[in-house]
T-cell receptor, first 112, second 115 residues
């Protein structure tokens, strides 16, 4: 099946630093999404990307849909303590009912 | 803000027992999903449901699993005879048919512990 690998697996950064994480796939996706999961909660959508090459921002978050459709990155600028959580990329193939395939996750810890 | 709600938040059961996890999707959504997340691992797709039938299911979703939308608001996941390896967080999600954005709204999850 499709595999989405994220790197790094975990990051420990200081408040105010910028963060970059990426996601690579063994196959093509039509839509890429980035979710954040906090302890005891379900994933929450951060950014959705629909076109190869697309660069989208949401506040301090910026994500890009790779030209090959097999990768994506997420950047967080000027990190704050509430950025702590696990960040998952997810790919979707086609159609409104199509399942999401989630990546392996990047755990982010922010220290003061 | 509309949200997906799940009950129970945590269920402990003995191996071999039947479990039903309940979800109330967002009211105008038409596509429903169950995902699971084993502790410390990624979120995995189980099943999608549309128009009162299963649209797609994963290899995890074997004969022990079933889904139902019994009354037009609830969406349930039943595990007939639980195994130790069924211990996980189970997330319900829903999506609007009108907006093909790929955005799934997830509930907070039901933690299942099988002893």
């Amino acid at each position: 099946g499709q595999q989405l690998n994220q790197s790094p697996q975990s990051m420990f950064i200081q408040e105010g630093e910028d963060v970059s994480m990426n996601c690579t796939s063994s196959s093509i996706f039509n839509t890429w999404l980035w979710y954040k999961q906090e302890p005891g909660e379900g994933p929450v959508l951060l950014i959705a990307l629909y076109k190869a090459g697309e660069l989208t921002s949401n506040g301090r978050l910026t994500a890009q849909f790779g030209i090959t459709r097999k990768d994506s990155f997420l950047n967080i600028s000027a990190s704050i303590p509430s950025d702590v959580g696990i960040y998952f990329c997810a790919g979707q193939l086609t159609g409104t009912a199509s399942k999401l395939t989630f990546g392996t996750g990047t755990r982010l810890q922010v220290t003061l | 803000e509309p949200e997906v709600t799940q009950t129970p938040s945590h269920q402990v059961t003995q191996m071999g027992q039947e479990v039903i996890l309940r979800c109330v999707p967002i009211s105008n959504h038409l596509y429903f999903y169950w995902y699971r997340q084993i502790l410390g691992q990624k979120v995995e797709f189980l099943v999608s449901f549309y128009n009162n039938e299963i649209s797609e299911k994963s290899e995890i979703f074997d004969d022990q699993f079933s889904v139902e939308r019994p009354d037009g608001s609830n969406f349930t996941l039943k595990i007939r005879s639980t195994k130790l390896e069924d211990s996980a967080m189970y997330f319900c999600a829903s999506k609007s048919f009108l907006i093909d954005t790929g955005e799934l709204f997830f509930g907070e999850g039901s933690r299942l512990t099988v002893l």
